[in-house]
């Protein structure tokens, strides 16, 4: 019997390690960045572009709608590092952080090339 239960604790034990790391769970947010000119009017066609993003999250990128918004679901709470561009307006840099089961909201502004 000494000899079975050594057994079965050794075999609990790694299933343990194995199976403890993939039980941890990943908190997720939204992310919703508008982005305007300096009159405050809503600009489409902006391409929103993570440049780093929390380890294991995907870059993510899209491209505002009419309404200047675009949205990014369910991505890793962290830091974000995001460039906004458009042709015919300066790039953007910004720094956002997702909390984890909330949407976090950011508004960003472009400021036109043409004086």
């Known amino acids: 019997m000494g000899k079975k239960l050594q057994i ?10 194995f199976a403890l790391p993939g039980c ?6 939204n992310l919703k960045v508008t982005v305007i000119d300096s009159s405050g009017s809503y600009l489409a066609g902006a391409k929103v572009v993570s440049q780093e993003q929390p380890g294991s999250q995907l870059k993510v990128t899209g491209l505002t709608g009419s309404n200047g918004v675009v949205e990014f679901d369910g991505i890793r709470q962290g830091q974000y ?11 953007a840099e910004i720094n956002i952080t997702v909390s984890g089961g909330a949407t976090t909201d950011y508004t960003a502004v472009l400021i036109s090339v043409s004086p």
């Open 81 to 91: 590092t995001f460039i906004i561009s458009r042709f015919d307006y300066i790039q």
């Open 24 to 29: 941890r769970t990943v908190s997720t947010g």
């Open 8 to 17: 079965l604790c050794m075999l609990t034990a790694i299933i343990l390690i």
